[in-house]
């Protein structure tokens, strides 16, 4: 079963403007993981939170992490049209194998 | 990520076809792993080895079955190919690390068709 849902499953926006995402989980984890994939093609890692961290950033990635609410929120400013892409939650439970959520599919418009 | 190679990267096969699908990697990780992905949906994990001698079941892993040969090599085995399996295959590889960090890097997939 999934543990990450991620919510919107779709998003429109123009360059720009800043995209976020957000993903809910069900347990206690060690981690949570973003990554992308652009279309039909292998999921390339964005960023990893710890449990004990709140806010994590990397360029124009800001991801930010609720324990007590078992939610993570994606933040990408200044979206680009090579941004274009579905972002995927994954979480990490306590042996080492990530759980996948269903995805956030990105689009920005030119 | 050139480092994780997956062979071939497009079959179209028939209902009832032993089909092998191979992962090599590079990166020297022990754990190794194989997802699929239907339209839409996020990743499911199938098979998952933590070092040679090591095979975990996943999330879906009727109907399929693993090899890990080396520690660079993962295959991925469908005894008898239905028309369900049609889907996205990936394999992922990851270090042995401290708990908490453990990032996945992923080869380009196997676009599997069975009709």
């Known amino acids: 079963s999934q543990q990450g849902e991620e919510d919107p499953q779709a998003l429109s926006i123009q360059e720009g403007e800043n995209a976020t995402m957000n993903c809910s989980y069900k347990?206690?984890?060690?981690?949570l993981q973003w990554y992308r994939q652009n279309s039909g093609r292998g999921l390339v890692h964005l960023i990893l939170?710890?449990?004990?961290?709140r806010e994590k950033h990397s360029g124009r990635l800001r991801v930010t992490l609720d324990t007590s609410k078992k939610s993570s929120s994606l933040l990408i400013t200044a979206s680009r049209a090579a941004d274009t892409a579905s972002y995927f939650c994954?979480?990490?439970?306590?042996?080492?194998?990530?759980?996948f959520g269903s995805g956030t599919r990105l689009l920005v418009r030119p | 990520d050139a480092d994780v190679t997956q062979t071939p990267r497009n079959r179209i096969t028939k209902t009832g076809k032993r089909i092998m699908l191979e992962c090599s990697q590079t990166?020297?990780?022990?754990?190794m792993y194989w997802y699929r992905q239907d339209p839409g949906l996020g990743l499911r994990l199938i098979y998952y080895s933590f070092d040679v001698k090591d095979i975990n079941k996943g999330e879906i892993s009727d109907g399929y079955s693993v090899s890990r040969q080396a520690q660079a090599k993962f295959s991925l085995s469908l005894e008898s190919a239905i028309p369900n399996q049609t889907a996205l295959y990936f394999c992922a590889t990851s270090e042995t690390g401290t708990p908490g960090d453990n990032e996945q890097f992923f080869g380009p997939g196997t676009r599997l068709t069975v009709l």
């Open positions: 990166k020297g990780h022990d754990r």
């Open positions: 994954a979480t990490d439970e306590s042996s080492y194998k990530l759980i």
């Open positions: 939170i710890r449990s004990n961290e």
């Open positions: 347990t206690s984890i060690n981690n």
